[in-house]
């Protein structure tokens, strides 16, 4: 499979800074949960996170829609779900990547049902083209349209994930 450059390391760097610098000041005096889909959040969880100037707090949420290659199963499975209580707290889900909106929509709605006080999205990339599930989408990072994604955390059948540089495949 061919890859070719996307978003080189710069652009996402710069990117991160001004989501981090919007959440500041949007939550300033709060301290908000920030909720990462593992996996291919991890690096863009670890810069944003760092880049935001206020108290925060983290945890995770494993999520599993994907089987092996680039279609969604359809079907969303935690396969870890949070551990710190969200009961009237203000949470960001920090996701990767948008595509259908399925996980998404699963996980607002598990949030929601245990308390949380308000759930907002921050996402990396919005991918339009096969959304199914409108979802609002309160901060991202970049908007595409279609192609398959990887590098920066996200991978294809777990592959790429370490890359730098985002790439589309061909
Ligand atoms: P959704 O439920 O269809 O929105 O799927 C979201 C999840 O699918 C993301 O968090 C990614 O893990 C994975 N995904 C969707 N599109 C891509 C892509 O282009 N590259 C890598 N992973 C993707
Ligand atoms: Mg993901």
Known sequence: MKKEILIPREDIQ??????????????????????????????????????????????????????????????VRLTKDVELSVQGKPVIVVDDIVDTGLTLTHIVKGLKDKGAESVKICTLIDKSERRSCSVRIDYSGFRIKEGFIVGYGLDYDEEYRYFTDIYVLR
């Not at 944003?48 to 359809?74: H, Q, V």
């Open 14 to 75: 710069k990117r991160v800074k001004e989501l981090a610098g919007r959440i500041s000041s949007d939550y300033e005096g709060r301290e908000p949960v920030l909720i990462g889909i593992l996996n291919g959040v991890i690096f863009f969880f670890a810069d944003l996170i760092r880049e935001i100037s206020i108290p925060t707090k983290m945890d995770f949420i494993r999520a599993s829609s994907y089987g092996s290659g680039n279609e969604s199963s359809g079907t």
